[in-house]
Structure formats: C-alpha cells, structure tokens
C-alpha cells in the first residue's frame, strides 16, 4: 500500500491540500506534532477522520518527533517524551491509523559516548509506545543515523515486534549516503527488518524533499532491492510541495518498473 505525507497542520493552513488527497484519492500518512495535539480540538480530529474514512482512504500516522528523545539520559526529557508519543497515540486512534511512525532518534553528536544508556532507555520507552500501539504496526525511521547499526541493535532486542521505516531521503543527506554510496549495504543490513519506506529526494546536501527524480539518489538501487525482496513493503511519498508531489506521480507514471507504490 502507498501513502503520501500530509502534515495535519496543512488541512488548517493551507485546505487546498485537504482537497487534492480526496480528488487524487491519496490514502495520507498524517503528521502529529504539538499543534496538532494542543491547538485541535477533539471534535476537530473526530471531524477529519470522518472525512478520510467516507472517502474510503486509509490513514497512517506519523508520531510527532521535534524536541523528543525517546533514549534520553534525562529522565524528565524521558517522559516528556513519552507521555507526548501516548497522547499522540490516543489521539491517532480516531483515524485507525494502518501504522505508526516514529524516529529511533540516534544522533552520534549526543549519545556517542553513552550508547548503552540509550540503548537501554530507547529500548524502555519503546516497549511503552508498543504496548499502547496495540494491533497497529510501529515502524522506527532513520533520521540523522550514520549506520543501521542501531536500528539493528534496538529492533533485534524487540524480537521483531518493531520493524524498520527507510527514510531514503535521510539516508543520502544526515547519513551521508551521497558520499558513502552505500546504499546496498543499509539495503543488505537492515532487509530482515524493513516494514515501510519513506521516499523524498535530495541532492545529499540537505533534506529538501525533492519529487523523485529531482535530486542525485540512486533509485536503480532501491528497484534492484525491491526485485529480489519476497517480503512485502508499504510506501509513503514525502514531498513537501504540490509541484514536487506532481513529480514524483510523472516519476512513477514514467518508471512503472521501479514498483515502488
């Protein structure tokens, strides 16, 4: 199944998003964060929700992230954590999300020195949001992560309770994957693991989120991957503008090879 990202602010701030969903028929990954969740009202969510379900299109939901730290090594930052991702998750539920997203939320520039800890306290406050998720899959995405080394450790630990979101995008610009080139081995390393694939392009020098083919990321690869790969995978776009939107559906018109959605 293919979704597309759609930040719930944007249905208040600018509608004629709301409307290009329902005529394109887009099943939407809806993005929470602290707006969405103080400023909206229940009514406001119970409304929206009614409107995606009469379309018949099926909502995900991405879990806010700014400011928050599953693995901190304060536990009030912790908590914060926490309590924000269970309210979200309380939230989402009026819109019977297919899946949650999250960020495993590894930066080496904080936690190189105290990687037990934070493996111990992401591992915590996972477990936490997993027995809140009930029946909905939770996908853990890379953001600044360098390596899979630590979606490796943390979703190993989970029994594969938990799977991988691949954020392509991230990949090539935080983890340097323009300079590596290695994208075969993150493909290679984390294959037990992907669930979900978070595509966007870039030209590696920042998160631009490009329509598909406007930046310099190795989509050859990922076809080449997705050939081989028995187990199935669900998709969400991630452009942040209608015009790079209306790209990447030329991209997918023009390379129905790639498979990808």
């Known amino acids: ?7 719930l602010r944007y249905i208040v701030e600018h509608p004629r998003y709301l409307e290009l969903f329902l005529s394109k028929r887009l099943n939407p990954e809806l993005g929470f964060d602290a707006l969405a969740l103080d400023a909206f009202s229940t009514e406001w969510h119970r409304k929206t929700a009614r409107i995606f379900q009469e379309a018949g299109l099926t909502c995900a939901v991405h879990l806010p992230f700014f400011d928050l730290h599953p693995g901190s090594l304060d536990p009030k930052i912790r908590r914060a954590t926490q309590d924000r ?46 027995e809140h998720a009930g029946r909905v899959p939770l996908f853990l995405e890379n953001v600044f992560e360098t390596g899979p080394k630590h979606h490796v450790q943390v979703l190993t630990a989970l029994e594969g309770r938990i799977k991988a979101c691949l954020d392509l995008g991230h990949w090539h610009c935080f983890g340097k994957g323009r300079e590596r080139g290695n994208l075969k081995d993150w493909l290679a390393t984390l294959d037990p693991f992907i669930g979900h694939l978070h595509l966007h392009d870039n030209d590696g020098s920042s998160d631009q989120h490009l329509g598909l083919g406007r930046g ?3 989509w050859h690869t ?6 081989k790969r028995e187990a199935p995978v669900t998709v969400t776009f991630e452009p942040h503008t209608e015009e790079d939107f209306l790209t990447t559906e030329a991209y997918l018109r023009e390379h129905p090879e790639y498979r990808i959605g």
């Open 216 to 218: 310099s990321i190795p």
């Open 85 to 130: 991702l269970l309210h979200a998750m309380d939230t989402a539920s009026m819109y019977e999300p297919a899946h949650f997203i999250a960020h495993l939320d590894y930066n080496s520039l904080t936690y190189a020195h105290f990687e037990d800890a934070w493996l111990e306290n992401s591992l915590a406050t996972w477990l936490l949001v997993l």
């Open 222 to 227: 990922l076809r080449a991957w997705l050939e």
């Open 1 to 7: 199944m293919a979704f597309t990202n759609l930040p």
